[in-house]
């Protein structure tokens, strides 16, 4: 079999076009279900008498199940396949996230966030480990800056979607908020039974690869877990005994005080420093995710095309962090705003990149699906801890900085831990698909 680098470039690029776009549209969804609370809590508070500390730990019990059942869901993944599993996945968590809707009190609201999480939990690192048995290393960090790509749409599309739907108030009796939960959750529904006849388990089950492509595909793959530093472990309980696995997690976990402390409270943060209406103010937290978009796809293929994972890692967190600290203490809310602006399109920058990092340190088989819900689970640790202390924060001083402070001082940190965790691509440069 002779192959070429157009022979390469093609079936990457059949690749793309046929697993990506479906896969950013279920993570856009998904995202969109687990953040949509930022949103709904500018009306939903005072509906349901919840203070900032009482809605931030409505917002972090979401994690708490989601850590408990991440390594679990991905071992279980690894082994019935993707296909089932995800599909199961996205049509739980819909009806979850449309019971949302239904919600009375704050301990209604605590236990269907733990139910929540519980029903997505494994959806994103089975996506990351299933994107690593599809690319090529060297071409890893550019796919996964398409998948990480929709989280950021989620916010891009998601926040002013949702500010929209909160002008539903009152239609049919419910309350705007009531129906931003229920509209938002019914495609998680629609999509899961679509995954059962879309996505294939692996390379060997996609009709659309030629059996030379699937081959070549197939055998590149294994070689480079052979190759992998993690070596060839195929027991999911090694994960939790190697030491870049926890530092990985540790990077992870820093990372995360951005995208999860920021996220779940930009808007109120926004309505804080605006005072504009909630439409406007949600348009307003939306714009920090378009340029999130933008940094991770120019970040990543950068990353691919240079061959260089170290400085594409670590600077753009430790200029984040900087960059946050530097919004509190501005007194022009123009410029607060901007500063805050590249901060979080700075955070989300490293994400591809690091996901390629893991996926390229990390042999295959279950203990790659352990090791990588492991690491995502650690991070979401911050998403336990931090809401409620924000909400806390908020309640004490009146404002977020110092919580703003804080999560700017762990960008900082894992910025540096960045600079000394990547290492190159194990495979060769970068095969650009056609």
């Known amino acids: 079999m002779n192959i070429t680098p157009a022979f390469k470039a093609e079936t990457i690029g059949i690749i793309t076009r046929r697993l990506l776009p479906f896969l950013m549209l279920l993570y856009l969804i998904a995202y969109i279900d687990r953040v949509n609370i930022s949103v709904a809590a500018l009306t939903m508070n005072a ?23 991440e390594v679990p869901s991905n071992i279980i993944l690894a082994r019935v396949g993707a296909r089932r599993w995800i599909a199961r996945i996205m049509v739980t968590w819909g009806f979850v996230a449309c ?18 999480g519980a029903a997505e939990a494994g959806f994103t690192p089975g996506i990351i480990y299933y994107l690593s048995r599809w690319f090529p290393s060297s071409n890893r960090a550019r796919a ?88 060839h472990a195929v027991g999911w309980k090694q994960a939790f005994t190697d030491g870049k696995v926890w530092l990985l997690s540790l990077f992870w976990l820093l990372q995360a005080f951005g995208t999860i402390g920021v996220s779940l409270f930009l808007p109120q943060i926004l309505k804080g420093l605006s005072g504009e209406s909630n439409f406007i103010v949600s348009l307003l937290s ?57 901060a979080v399109g700075l955070n989300w920058a490293v994400t591809p990149v690091f996901w390629a990092v893991t996926t390229e340190y990390l042999a295959g088989g279950a203990a790659a699906a352990g090791a990588i819900a492991l690491i995502n689970a650690v991070a979401n640790l911050a998403g336990v801890g931090l809401p409620p202390a924000m909400g ?43």
Request: charge should be neutral; include cysteine; proline fraction near 4%.
């Open 286 to 342: 939306a714009l920090p995710f378009l340029l999130a978009c933008v940094l991770m796809y120019l970040n990543s293929r950068h990353s691919d095309a240079q061959h260089e994972r170290r400085l594409h890692l670590g600077l753009p967190l430790l200029f984040s962090g900087v960059l946050l600290i530097a919004s509190i203490y501005t007194g022009n809310m123009t410029a607060a705003y901007l500063l805050l602006l590249l």
């Open 99 to 116: 019971g949302m809707a239904f919600i009375q009190t704050a301990g209604q609201l605590y236990g269907l966030r733990l139910l929540l």
């Open 144 to 231: 996964m800056s398409f998948f990480y790509i929709a989280a950021a749409l989620a916010s891009v599309i998601g926040l002013p979607l949702s500010g929209a739907l909160l002008h539903m108030d009152g239609v049919l009796g419910f309350a705007g908020w009531r129906w931003l939960y229920f509209a938002e959750g019914v495609p998680a529904v629609m999509l899961g039974l679509v995954v059962l006849k879309y996505l294939p388990d692996g390379v060997h089950d996609a009709k659309w690869l030629s059996s030379a492509q699937g081959e070549w595909l197939a055998k590149t793959i294994a070689d480079e877990s052979a190759r992998a530093p993690s070596g």
């Open 47 to 69: 509906d349901l008498g919840l203070s900032a500390q009482m809605y931030g730990l409505g917002a972090g019990l979401f994690y708490v199940t989601y850590i408990l059942f």
């Open 392 to 434: 806390s924060i908020r309640d004490q001083t009146g404002s977020y900085s110092l919580g703003l402070l804080l999560i700017g001082g762990a960008l900082i940190a894992g910025g540096f831990l960045g600079l000394f965790l990547a290492r190159k691509p194990t495979g060769p440069h970068p095969v650009k698909p056609t």
